[in-house]
């Protein structure tokens, strides 16, 4: 069985669980407390993050080069399209979401408000947690742009991209930091990925310390 090292609010661990209960990979999770530089860990991954995948008898680092991995070996179902341009546009998104959304808006809020406290550094800055209240509000008007040309964030096809920004919208909606009322499409784009079996065991973790709103795992939310 594949064993993912993680933490449960770390959208880039969640890209990756997605990826493989969508394509029924069975997993075991171990909660990895990836500041505390424990040696063990260390070894499996100098860089000191988390997601670290063992699959195949292969030990892996980062996320997007994980999720790619799965993909070339388990196309089936196709999260990464074979059109060039689709792909294209499937990469630019992860992109988009792992890269920009990640330092404007996940890093402001979820670092600040939860991070910071589970790894002891401190309290919110206050400055941050509001730069990215007001930066998510671009990023949802975006994905409603996208979402009114689009069946699905990069096209007519679910994908990596859609499993992308449910990861790191799902931590964020942990903590209640996303307006769903600002956006009907989005809203009713999220209530789709989050019905999929693939969801299922996001939506029951726990956090010490932080337990999720009533709406988190409501599936009418």
């Known amino acids: 069985m594949a064993r993912l090292f993680h933490v449960p609010l770390s959208p880039f661990c969640r ?14 999770l171990v909660e990895e407390r990836y500041w505390e530089e424990d040696a063990d860990f260390l070894r499996r991954n100098p860089a000191g993050k988390v997601p670290v995948l063992k699959l195949d008898g292969i030990m892996m680092a980062e996320s997007g080069a994980i999720c790619e991995y799965i993909e070339e070996t388990r196309p089936d179902p196709v999260l990464i399209p074979q059109d060039p341009v689709a792909r294209l546009e499937v990469r630019r ?14 890093s402001k809020l979820l670092y600040e408000r939860v991070n910071k406290k589970v790894m002891g550094k401190g309290y919110p800055d206050s400055g941050n947690v509001k730069a990215g209240a007001k930066a998510i509000k ?18 007519d096809a679910m994908t990596l991209a859609d499993f992308a920004a449910a ?11 996303v307006d769903w009322n ?25 956090v010490s310390g932080f337990p999720p709103p009533r709406h988190y795992n409501d599936l009418d939310f």
Do not use: N
């Open 15 to 28: 890209k990756v669980r997605l990826s493989l209960a969508e394509k029924k990979i069975e997993v075991e």
């Open 93 to 106: 998104l992860v992109s988009w979401f792992d890269d920009k959304f990640h330092h404007e808006v996940t």
């Open 138 to 155: 671009y990023h949802l008007d975006y994905m409603t742009w996208l979402l009114d040309h689009r069946r699905w964030l990069a096209g």
């Open 167 to 177: 990861a790191h919208l799902s931590c964020l909606d942990y903590i209640s930091d």
């Open 182 to 206: 600002r956006s009907d499409v989005v809203k009713d784009w999220y209530a789709k990925i989050k019905s999929r079996p693939a969801f299922r065991s996001i939506l029951a973790d726990q």
